[in-house]
Nanobody, 124 residues
Framework: QVQLVESGGGLVQAGGSLRLSCAASGRTISNNAVGWFRQAPGKEREFVAVLNWSGDNRYYADSVKGRFTISRDNARNTVFLQMNSLKPEDTAVYYC?????????????????WGQGTQVTVSS
C-alpha cells in the first residue's frame, strides 16, 4: 500500500510561485506514473500534470502548460509540482496521485493512490 502526503500549498499573489511536494511512503513509487490533479470549489476534480515512471515523459493540461513543471526524485520517493506565474483561476485543492502502471494517463480513475490534498489560493 502507498500513502501520499502533499505539502507546500498556501496563499500567494497572482504572478507568484509555489512548489508542491508529494512524499510517498509504504513502498517505493519509482516504477509508478504519478500525477497532479486539482479541484476548485464547486467544480469537478481535473487533471493538471502527469509524469511517467522514468521521468522522461510528461504531459500537462493546456491551462498550465508553460507555467507548471512536474518532476520526481525517486531516491527520495517524492514528486514535485513547480507552479510559476500563478493565476487566480489556479486556486484549488491540489492532489497527488500514483498509479500501478508506469505509463502516462490523464484519467482520474486510472490512479489507485491519492493524497489528502493541499490548498493553493492565488489572490488577484
Amino acid at each position: 500500500q502507498v500513502q501520499l502526503v502533499e505539502s507546500g500549498g498556501g496563499l500567494v499573489q497572482a504572478g507568484g510561485s509555489l512548489r508542491l511536494s508529494c512524499a510517498a511512503s509504504g513502498r517505493t513509487i519509482s516504477n509508478n506514473a504519478v500525477g497532479w490533479f486539482r479541484q476548485a470549489p464547486g467544480k469537478e476534480r481535473e487533471f493538471v500534470a502527469v509524469l511517467n515512471w522514468s521521468g522522461d515523459n510528461r504531459y500537462y493540461a493546456d491551462s498550465v502548460k508553460g507555467r507548471f513543471t512536474i518532476s520526481r526524485d525517486n531516491a527520495r520517493n517524492t514528486v514535485f509540482l513547480q507552479m510559476n506565474s500563478l493565476k487566480p483561476e489556479d486556486t484549488a485543492v491540489y492532489y497527488c496521485a500514483a498509479r500501478t502502471s508506469g505509463r502516462l494517463d490523464t484519467r482520474l480513475n486510472a490512479y489507485e493512490y491519492w493524497g489528502q490534498g493541499t490548498q493553493v489560493t492565488v489572490s488577484s
